[in-house]
């Protein structure tokens, strides 16, 4: 992962990442379409918490599925939060 002037953004561990760093989410969708067969960018799911948030107990489950028809790609998910 990268930030958009090109640092890598884990270079010092995990730990050293400054919050709020900006990522380079283009970059890093095209390094992974490389890795797949096909090299097609998948788009990323990106979520975020309220830093109010009290302490509570929150659990969230996703079930997908995705089938590819030639060019077409279709997906089937189901979400439950508890």
Sequence with gaps: MYTPDGQEIFANGTKAVHANTVMD???????????SPSHRITPLTISSVYPGFGNAYLQTWTLGLERHFGGLVAEVAMNTAS
């Design 25 to 35: 989410l283009n970059r890093y969708q095209q390094d992974l379409a490389l890795l």
